[in-house]
Nanobody, 120 residues
Framework: QAQLQESGGGLVQAGESLRLSCVAS????????VGWYRQPPGKQRELVAI??????KVADSVKGRFAVSRDNAKNTMYLQMNSLKPEDTAVYYC???????????????WGQGTQVTVSS
């Protein structure tokens, strides 16, 4: 069973919005969401947004357009993306520290990724 599952990607036109969701497995004992990353075509993975404790931060390239949030009751982290640009095209990944059982250590865990494509 996948520990993290992203959804919400797709093909949109420049200026439109998308909301990505990252749901952690209900079977996980403890989940600490870390944030969202993206990997543009032919480039390395880069940090997009950090989900801290009581605070959030986004990369300068998406500041004012993207926002990260979470719903603890739903074990879900979101990435709201507004005013999308072609350069936002990438595979988006969520990242979390997950403890599967009370006896396990936290493991750095990635979702499978969701494709976001922005056309001009």
């Amino acid at each position: 069973q996948a520990q993290l599952q992203e959804s919400g990607g797709g093909l949109v036109q420049a200026g439109e919005s998308l909301r990505l969701s990252c749901v952690a497995s209900e079977s996980a004992f403890s989940v600490n969401f870390v944030g969202w990353y993206r990997q543009p075509p032919g480039k390395q993975r880069e940090l997009v947004a950090i989900m801290g404790i009581g605070t959030t931060k986004v990369a300068d390239s998406v500041k004012g357009r993207f926002a990260v949030s979470r719903d603890n009751a739903k074990n879900t982290m979101y990435l709201q993306m507004n005013s999308l640009k072609p350069e936002d095209t990438a595979v988006y990944y969520c990242n979390a520290l997950i403890k599967r059982t009370s006896r396990d250590l936290f493991e750095n865990t990635w979702g499978q990724g969701t494709q976001v494509t922005v056309s001009s």
